[in-house]
Nanobody
Framework: QVQLVESGGGLVQAGGSLRLSCAASGSIFSINGITAMGWYRQAPGNQREFVASITRGGTVNYADSVKGRFTISRVNAVITVYLQMNSLKPEDTAVYYC?????????WGQGTQVTVSS
């Protein structure tokens, strides 16, 4: 089992910045089996959508809507993952969820609210 805990959400004005953190915990066996971590978001009335991901090997991927504004990074392979969000827009308002992929199973955090005011 892998547990994920997010932090760093909040309220910010448009054009501002926030940094989200996600810490993974569990047995050494579980943690070493994580192949990628990432961020998804879900706005009211919308489906959960992909935001960014980073593999154990360091390959990153971003949704087109956040390219050039968001940066995903990690510490200690896949133990802690960050999402630096700059130039935030009101349409970035959503609950942001951390995700970890291991052996074909997806693990999710509890989510953290990001609200961008216009």
């Amino acid at each position: 089992q892998v547990q994920l805990v997010e932090s760093g959400g909040g309220l910010v004005q448009a054009g501002g910045s926030l940094r989200l953190s996600c810490a993974a915990s569990g047995s050494i066996f579980s943690i070493n089996g994580i192949t990628a971590m990432g961020w998804y978001r879900q706005a009211p009335g919308n489906q959960r959508e992909f935001v960014a991901s980073i593999t154990r090997g360091g390959t990153v991927n971003y949704a087109d809507s956040v390219k050039g504004r968001f940066t995903i990074s990690r510490v200690n392979a896949v133990i802690t993952v960050y999402l630096q969000m700059n130039s935030l827009k009101p349409e970035d308002t959503a609950v942001y969820y951390c995700n970890a992929a291991r052996s074909g199973v997806n693990y999710w955090g509890q989510g953290t609210q990001v609200t961008v005011s216009s």
